[in-house]
């Protein structure tokens, strides 16, 4: 074998590696971007791996705002701006949309069509840009992938050839995203309307399933939930009471003491929630739903309804919407009783302490902090809680607050409580 034949052999076998590197990332590329439905994540993994793949310097992936004629992105390597909106007819990455071709230029700054206006706010200099159009199944132009300046010189055929590969992972990759994102507007708007129907019920206590809600997700962030968990204690306490609206209207509304029968007719919207659920399609994350929303009247010693569950029978989503729950039913007025003092309800809450609530997740309710209270308190109110008032509290959670009204102690942070929830303060002597 010759030199220049042993040469070439050696040529072929590094570009057959080159080849087998750069496929083993394309198979990573598509293992990533199928194991995400959140399109900030999507887009942000597509821009890492084609930086990576192709080994350029930058790589920005741009989306059609059809409505608003503008390309736009999250993620551009390099710039700390959330977002980038461009006129999609301008530059490279315009052009290649409009036209629905590969645009593959040595020089950027010798191409009439390339828009420098980045490059001037942020001091970059481009200089090779492989831009390409993403699009859908259906052959619609869905936004543009845009690479700048590879490490070793000019893009290739070769580049333009696994960017295309690369293009039409991604575009199904984000087109699924947004297929899930309308999924999910359409649940979240089925939900919300479910809990505005309960509302209109009983205006009494309309706001209360809003109101339980955001106390249960300020108790799910003190625990570290992750986004899917709290978004299921999201769903799960705006629906705790939707089984009511099977609940005799004339019971629902009674003004005084329900009689026994009565309160047992009451006690079936548990069942009745858990049913309506049931019968719900909800996606796997959600499947718990019918269970955790049907238990908020289950009590940790076993007494509660409607399954009699105990301990750690009950789920531990069902344990903290019990606790803010009959907060929220405490501190607003209903049709058989007034809001009580706050540190009559913590008082009310810590009687109940693992009997029929979790003393863990009941801590963790009192450690919130009063401000956030307040702000869910008041909500709708006139009196809107500045954010100054947070100074005056500096960090006192609500157990602290109770612990200093029993106290005495009624310094400024109680007095400026008392002015957005006035119900009166108890004389502890």
Same mark, same amino acid.
């Given at each position: 074998?010759?030199?220049?034949e042993?040469?070439?052999?050696?040529?072929?076998?590094?570009?057959?590696? !080159?080849?087998?590197?750069?496929?083993?990332?394309?198979?990573?590329?598509?293992?990533?971007?199928?194991?995400?439905?959140?399109?900030?994540?999507?887009?942000?993994?597509?821009?890492?791996?084609?930086?990576?793949?192709?080994?350029?310097?930058?790589? @920005?992936?741009?989306?059609?705002?059809?409505?608003k004629?503008?390309?736009?992105?999250?993620?551009?390597?390099?710039?700390?701006?959330?977002?980038?909106?461009?006129?999609?007819?301008?530059?490279?990455?315009?052009?290649?949309?409009?036209? !629905?071709?590969?645009?593959?230029?040595k020089?950027?700054?010798?191409?009439?069509r390339? #828009?420098?206006?980045?490059?001037k706010k942020?001091?970059?200099?481009?200089?090779?840009?492989?831009?390409? =159009?993403?699009?859908?199944?259906?052959?619609?132009?869905?936004g543009?992938?845009?690479?700048? #300046?590879?490490?070793?010189?000019?893009?290739?055929?070769?580049?333009?050839?696994?960017?295309?590969?690369?293009?039409?992972?991604?575009?199904?990759?984000?087109? #699924?995203a947004?297929?899930?994102?309308?999924?999910?507007?359409?649940?979240?708007?089925?939900?919300?309307?479910?809990?505005?129907? *309960?509302?209109?019920?009983? =205006?009494?206590?309309?706001?209360?399933?809003r109101?339980?809600?955001?106390?249960?997700?300020?108790?799910?962030?003190?625990? !570290?939930?992750?986004?899917?968990?709290?978004?299921?204690?999201?769903?799960?306490?705006?629906?705790h009471?939707?089984?009511?609206?099977g609940v005799k209207? @004339?019971?629902?509304q009674?003004?005084?003491?329900?009689?026994?029968?009565?309160?047992?007719?009451i006690?079936t919207?548990t069942?009745?929630t858990?049913?309506?659920l049931?019968?719900?399609?909800?996606?796997?994350?959600?499947?718990d739903?019918?269970?955790?929303?049907? @238990?908020?009247?289950? #009590?940790?010693?076993?007494?509660?309804?409607?399954?009699k569950?105990?301990?750690?029978?009950?789920?531990?989503?069902?344990k903290?919407?019990?606790?803010?729950?009959?907060?929220?039913?405490?501190?607003?007025?209903?049709?058989?009783?007034? =809001?009580? @003092?706050?540190?009559k309800a913590?008082?009310l809450?810590?009687?109940?302490?693992?009997?029929?609530?979790?003393s863990?997740?009941l801590?963790?309710?009192?450690?919130?902090?009063?401000?956030d209270?307040?702000?869910?308190?008041?909500?709708?109110?006139?009196?809107?809680? =500045?954010?100054?008032?947070?100074?005056?509290?500096?960090?006192?959670?609500?157990?602290? *607050?109770?612990?200093?009204?029993?106290?005495?102690? *009624?310094?400024?942070a109680?007095?400026?409580?008392?002015?957005?929830?006035?119900?009166?303060?108890?004389?502890?002597?």
């Open positions: 074998m010759t030199g220049k042993l040469k070439d052999l050696q040529k072929k076998n590094d570009n057959l590696r !080159g080849w087998k590197h750069k496929l083993s990332m394309i198979l990573k590329f598509s293992s990533q971007i199928s194991s995400s439905s959140d399109i900030q994540e999507i887009v942000k993994i597509i821009a890492d791996w084609t930086n990576k793949i192709l080994e350029s310097d930058r790589c @920005s992936v741009y989306l059609l705002d059809e409505e004629k503008e390309l736009y992105n999250w993620v551009s390597h390099g710039l700390k701006s959330r977002e980038i909106r461009l006129p999609f007819n301008i530059g490279l990455a315009g052009h290649a949309l409009k036209t !629905g071709k590969v645009i593959n230029v020089n950027a700054y010798r191409d009439r390339f #828009n420098r206006s980045i490059d942020t001091g970059y200099k481009s200089k090779a840009v492989l831009c390409m =159009p993403l699009k859908n199944q259906k052959g619609e132009k869905i543009v992938f845009e690479v700048l #300046n590879k490490k070793s010189g000019y893009f290739t055929k070769q580049d333009e050839e696994i960017l295309g590969l690369l293009a039409k992972q991604a575009a199904a990759a984000i087109e #699924n947004k297929l899930y994102i309308e999924i999910k507007k359409t649940f979240i708007s089925f939900i919300d309307t479910l809990s505005e129907t *309960l509302d209109a019920r009983d =205006p009494m206590t309309a706001g209360h399933s109101r339980v809600c955001k106390y249960a997700v300020l108790v799910a962030k003190k625990l !570290g939930y992750s986004k899917d968990k709290m978004e299921a204690i999201k769903y799960a306490a705006l629906l009471d939707l089984g009511k609206i209207e @004339s019971i629902l009674k003004p005084t003491k329900l009689t026994r029968e009565e309160f047992a007719h006690q919207h069942l009745v858990r049913k309506i049931e019968q719900t399609y909800l996606q796997p994350q959600y499947r739903l019918p269970l955790i929303a049907a @238990s908020h009247h289950e #009590n940790v010693d076993g007494t509660g309804y409607p399954d569950l105990k301990g750690h029978q009950i789920p531990e989503m069902a903290i919407i019990a606790i803010v729950d009959v907060f929220d039913a405490f501190t607003y007025k209903r049709q058989y009783s007034t =809001p009580v @003092s706050i540190e913590v008082d809450l810590e009687q109940n302490r693992d009997t029929k609530f979790d863990y997740f801590d963790v309710f009192l450690g919130l902090e009063v401000y209270i307040l702000k869910v308190l008041t909500e709708g109110d006139i009196n809107e809680v =500045p954010r100054k008032a947070s100074l005056i509290f500096n960090g006192m959670t609500l157990g602290q *607050l109770a612990d200093s009204i029993r106290k005495g102690d *009624l310094d400024g109680v007095d400026e409580f008392c002015k957005y929830y006035p119900v009166r303060v108890r004389v502890y002597e």
